[in-house]
């Protein structure tokens, strides 16, 4: 069973930038793929970034390419999102996701397809 935990959330302002952590246990041995999704009020989720574990394959969603980047440690079985030139769109809840079946970048685009989620961190982006 896998189970996440996010961190780093808060509020910062347009332009700043934030650093979210997620502690992934009980995935080294049969995870795939690492994931962070956000959600907005009102809004459908999202797929912000993706990595493959497997292979190291990255992907990121259009509205994030550029300013988003993730990394992993895997010998603390955490994965990074560091977050900069923040704008107020990016105000979400941001959930840390894990597949530990067939997995690739494609699997940015369907937030419904991880089975297992933390419990999320708030990101406020003010202007």
């Known amino acids: 069973q896998v189970q996440l935990s996010e961190s780093g959330g808060g509020q910062a302002p347009v332009g700043g930038s934030l650093r979210l952590s997620c502690t992934a246990s009980?995935?080294?041995?049969?995870?795939?793929?690492l994931a962070w999704i956000r959600q907005a009020p009102g809004k459908e989720r999202e797929g912000v970034a993706i990595i493959v574990t497997t292979n190291g394959a990255i992907e990121y969603g259009d509205s994030v390419k550029g300013r988003f980047t993730i990394s992993r440690d895997e010998s603390t079985n955490t994965v990074y999102l560091q977050m900069n030139n923040l704008k107020t769109d990016d105000t979400a809840m941001y959930y840390c996701?894990?597949?530990?079946?067939?997995?690739?970048?494609?699997?940015?685009?369907?937030?419904?397809?991880?089975?297992?989620w933390g419990q999320g961190t708030q990101v406020t982006v003010s202007s």
């Open positions: 996701a894990a597949r530990t079946i067939i997995c690739s970048r494609e699997f940015l685009g369907t937030p419904a397809s991880f089975k297992f």
């Open positions: 009980g995935y080294s041995r049969s995870g795939k793929c």
